[in-house]
């Protein structure tokens, strides 16, 4: 993910087994927040991207690693991709804020 000089994005795809649609939307200015929304009976893979680590990532405001509803992936371990860092959660039905303070 390269965003430039993009500053949000939206988007939806259907999710697996026709339960509907995933819901994405994301900005960035002081930080980065991904807003998603799965439908009921479907988990989504989440790839945040962040300036240090897994520390930094909140859903909701609160930190990451204390949600019971956010499975946090390669043990919060980040990858990089594109000269960027990013830390992956997959989640299942709901709503989600994710934040972190990566800027471009």
């Known amino acids: 993910m390269d965003t430039g000089s993009l500053r949000w994005a939206r988007g939806q795809r259907a999710a697996?087994?026709?339960g509907g649609s995933v819901l994405?939307?994301?900005s960035r200015g002081f930080g980065f927040y991904h807003n998603v929304t799965v439908p009921v009976g479907t988990k989504a893979l989440v790839m945040l991207p962040v300036?240090?680590?897994i520390a930094e990532v909140t859903?909701?405001?609160a930190d990451v690693t204390s949600r019971k509803d956010v499975a946090i992936l390669n043990g919060g371990t980040a990858?990089?991709?594109n000269k960027i860092r990013?830390?992956?959660v997959e989640v299942g039905s709901g709503k989600f804020i994710?934040?972190?303070s990566w800027a471009r």
């Open 98 to 100: 994710f934040g972190t």
């Open 16 to 18: 697996a087994g026709g």
């Open 59 to 61: 859903e909701n405001g």
């Open 51 to 53: 300036a240090t680590g």
């Open 86 to 88: 990013f830390i992956s």
């Open 24 to 26: 994405s939307s994301w």
């Open 79 to 81: 990858t990089t991709v």
